[in-house]
């Protein structure tokens, strides 16, 4: 089974960490958000997430280009999608994605009066798993020192600015199909990059983990 690295995170490009990732579509931007408490490391304590976005969750879109997979820049949970992909995520046979959550809507920029409207969008809950870890004997990375380690969610011991060279220890897999992997992020199967462009859906980048 191949495996894939979701491509909005700005710390994985292995051929250029420098290159910024630019989108054809719209971004999404929070709107008077609060929160609740980070996802702790099971192992050492530390956090290992943003904070909880809390419910009312209102969002702003920065122009009509709608997309069916929204990124955004201020957090670390780019799982943003539209009504169309939760409905044919539901009626598929993939596994990962615990729950869906709606957002609202509040602003629409650069809307004319002939746009079209936006779709309903949801936040996708997927959970860390400890069943596939990075493979640290085989996988490089470039960054700074830090003056602690955890063997789960810093295993370098590293403020990461990149991977040069990343490499999964996938033999406890137990086949979910997109899952968040410490110290690294979200990862999808080949069978749900197969789902993504058997659909059209629009606005998912995957990085191939060697």
């Not at 943003?50 to 929204?70: G, M």
């Not at 996708?124 to 596939?132: D, K, L, M, Q």
């Not at 999964?168 to 993504?196: M, P």
Request: hydrophobic share 35%; charged share 30%; with cysteine.
């Amino acid at each position: 089974m191949k495996f894939y690295l979701f491509g909005n995170n700005e710390h994985i490009d292995m051929t250029n960490p420098s290159e910024q990732f630019v989108s054809e579509f719209c971004d999404v931007e929070k709107v008077d958000p609060h929160y609740g408490d980070s996802e702790k490391c099971p192992l050492c304590g530390r956090a290992v997430s943003s904070k909880k976005w809390l419910e009312p969750r209102k969002i702003r879109l920065s122009n009509t280009r709608y997309a069916d997979h929204l990124y955004y820049w201020f957090c670390n949970y780019p799982f943003v999608v539209s009504e169309r992909f939760v409905k044919a995520y539901k009626e598929s046979n993939l596994i990962g994605i615990t729950e869906f959550s709606p957002l609202e809507v509040v602003k629409v920029s650069r809307m004319r009066k002939n746009s079209p409207k936006p779709p309903k969008y949801f936040i996708a809950t997927i959970p860390f798993t400890r069943n596939v870890v990075i493979d640290v004997d085989k996988t490089i990375v470039v960054g700074k020192n830090r003056d602690w380690k955890c063997e789960l969610c810093n295993p370098f011991g590293k403020v990461r600015d990149y991977f040069e060279k990343l490499t999964l220890e996938t033999s406890n897999w137990s086949g979910e199909d997109i899952f968040e992997v410490y110290n690294l992020g979200i990862v999808a199967s080949q069978r749900f990059k197969n789902f993504v462009e058997e659909n059209n859906f629009t606005n998912f980048e995957f990085i191939e983990i060697k």
